[in-house]
Structures are given as C-alpha cells and as structure tokens.
C-alpha cells in the first residue's frame, strides 16, 4: 500500500530555516501530484504547497509565498520543503499528501495517504 514518511522538522528560532522530506513508496511517484499541509492544535489541515508529477506548477498561500519551496527528486521517490525565516506561526504538524484527483486543487479533501507527520516549532 501507499506510504509516505514526512523527516526533517525540529525546534528552530524564528527567522531559522528547515528542509522537510516526504518519503514515496507502493506508489509510481513520478505519476503523482503532491501537496504539503500543515496542521496547527485545533485548526483545521492547512494547504501549504503542491508540486505537479515533473516539479512543475508551485502553488502556495499567500503566507508561505517567498519563504517557501517545494520541490521533487522522482528518481529517489521523494519531495521535498524548503522553509525559510520561519515564524512562530508555522508551528504546526507538517503532513504530506498524493493528490487524488485530476483537477489541481489545494485542498486537504482530495489529497490522502497522509503520512504520520512531522512536528515544526518555531520559537519567538
């Protein structure tokens, strides 16, 4: 079955940086779509990035845009986050997701196979 194994948060100061990693497997990656999302205590999952099957198409938020990068290395089955100058309010569970729809979309609806997350904290 599909798995996906989000590495690379931690505890970082505000204006810090973290590259986070979203490990494919039981899936053709390369064929796939791919978002990050985020969630914070008692919000809903946020959208945060998606990424076309060959790295084209970026999207982000209007809060990431600039800070963030999302980007694909299909041949290692893995996606990847650049964050940069983070701010307390990134502080969330990142999650990375396959896109299960052809229409492009940022929502967590119509993304799945999350995997179990990965904790960002960003200290003031």
């Known amino acids: 079955q599909v798995q996906l194994v989000e590495s690379g948060g931690g505890l970082v100061q505000a204006g810090g940086s973290l590259r986070l990693s979203c490990a494919a497997s039981?899936?053709?990656?390369?064929?796939?779509?791919m978002g990050w999302f985020r969630q914070a205590p008692g919000k809903e999952r946020e959208f945060v990035a998606t990424?076309?099957?060959?790295?084209?198409?970026?999207s982000y938020p209007d809060s990431v845009k600039g800070r963030f990068t999302i980007s694909r290395d299909n041949a290692k089955n893995t996606m990847y986050l650049q964050m940069n100058n983070l701010k307390p309010e990134d502080t969330a569970v990142y999650y990375c997701?396959?896109?299960?729809?052809?229409?492009?979309?940022?929502?967590?609806?119509?993304?799945?196979?999350w995997g179990q997350g990965t904790q960002v904290t960003v200290s003031s």
């Open positions: 039981g899936l053709t990656f390369s064929s796939y779509p």
């Open positions: 990424i076309s099957w060959n790295g084209g198409s970026p």
């Open positions: 997701g396959v896109r299960k729809t052809i229409v492009p979309s940022t929502s967590a609806a119509l993304f799945g196979s």
